[in-house]
């Protein structure tokens, strides 16, 4: 990965519908020098993909919480069946430690997140934490560049 593949995939995060003539204005190469090195960054896997920002609580759905899951033994499959299935999950994290899944999930009212915490209990024990709100919201570090180089 070079500056210029830094550049272009930042721009793409902040507007993933700039031209490529756009693109090739900000790196100061030509559109299909641009074109050529998106499309080699998405069948090396390193862009995933295009998508819509939705706003959750302008659509209907105000309400956002972490709910921290210590699965109980043995039923680790089974949890993430559930969750799976869980049409109020946004994001599901495994993770080291004594809570083996953090869940991102969005309900619009406080009785719907109950019921899918009830959902839940007799697979984990749990613990919800309500998201006040989201002063940071990226795919990436910030300064990239610096988090990619080698320690001093």
């Given at each position: 990965?070079?500056k210029?593949?830094w550049?272009?995939?930042?721009?793409?995060?902040?507007?993933a519908?700039l031209?490529?003539?756009e693109l090739a204005?900000?790196?100061?190469?030509?559109a299909?020098?641009v074109?050529?090195?998106?499309?080699?960054?998405?069948?090396?896997?390193?862009?995933a993909?295009y998508?819509?920002?939705?706003?959750?609580?302008?659509?209907?759905?105000?309400?956002?919480?972490?709910?921290?899951?210590?699965?109980?033994?043995?039923?680790?499959?089974?949890f993430?069946?559930?969750?799976?299935?869980?049409?109020?999950?946004?994001?599901?994290y495994?993770?080291?430690?004594?809570s083996?899944?953090?869940?991102r999930?969005?309900?619009?009212?406080m009785?719907?997140l109950?019921v899918?915490?009830?959902?839940l209990?007799?697979l984990s024990?749990?613990?919800?934490?309500m998201?006040?709100?989201?002063?940071?919201?990226r795919?990436?570090p910030?300064n990239?560049?610096?988090?990619?180089?080698?320690l001093?």
């Amino acid at each position: 990965m070079d500056k210029i593949n830094w550049k272009l995939l930042k721009a793409l995060e902040e507007n993933a519908r700039l031209s490529y003539a756009e693109l090739a204005k900000l790196v100061h190469l030509s559109a299909p020098a641009v074109a050529e090195r998106i499309k080699k960054l998405e069948e090396q896997g390193v862009i995933a993909g295009y998508r819509a920002t939705i706003n959750l609580e302008k659509a209907g759905i105000p309400i956002t919480a972490l709910v921290e899951c210590e699965v109980y033994r043995t039923q680790e499959r089974a949890f993430k069946e559930l969750v799976l299935s869980l049409d109020e999950v946004v994001d599901c994290y495994n993770i080291t430690g004594p809570s083996a899944f953090i869940l991102r999930v969005a309900v619009s009212s406080m009785s719907r997140l109950d019921v899918l915490l009830e959902r839940l209990i007799d697979l984990s024990d749990t613990k919800t934490m309500m998201i006040m709100s989201q002063p940071i919201d990226r795919e990436m570090p910030l300064n990239i560049e610096s988090v990619t180089s080698s320690l001093p």
